[in-house]
């Protein structure tokens, strides 16, 4: 009998964990704050923005797993717009962009690194899956005009 080889995840692909991994139920604004510490401030300020911005008008959370964590969609009706995706001590934006929003983000004069992450995104059939981590004000800067941008494609 052969043995299997494994495919070691190479640490530029590895993903942090979630920060709710094996929480049953929705994390509370409590809880989200200890997890996110100081990067609460930038989570509550993009979804604030966000809410303004884009006409977001559901903020929910969802778990398709325990072994995968929560995550929070935010959405303009029925469309998912961004998803705030909580990890220990920062936070990761993930939209899922068609592509026209692909094209438009790679004209836009996002910064070097972010339309170099959109370019090796994963394709899927619903579009382009892109996540940015979110560590400091220029990051919610990105987020927000990612979020535009996919509104508006």
Known sequence: MKARKTKAKSPASAV??????????RPSNDELAAALGPTKALWDELASDLARENQIDVQEWKSY????????????GERTIV????LRGSFQA????GDKAVTAAQQ??????????????????EGTGVRISVNGPEDVSVIRTLARIKSEN
């Open 16 to 25: 942090s964990p979630n920060a709710f991994v094996g929480k049953s139920e």
């Open 65 to 76: 797993s325990p072994k995968a964590g929560w995550s929070l969609r935010l959405k303009h």
């Open 83 to 86: 998803y705030l995706i909580p």
């Open 94 to 97: 993930a939209l899922v962009l």
């Open 108 to 125: 836009s004069p996002l910064p070097a690194r972010v339309r170099k992450i959109i370019a090796e995104a994963p394709r899927y059939a």
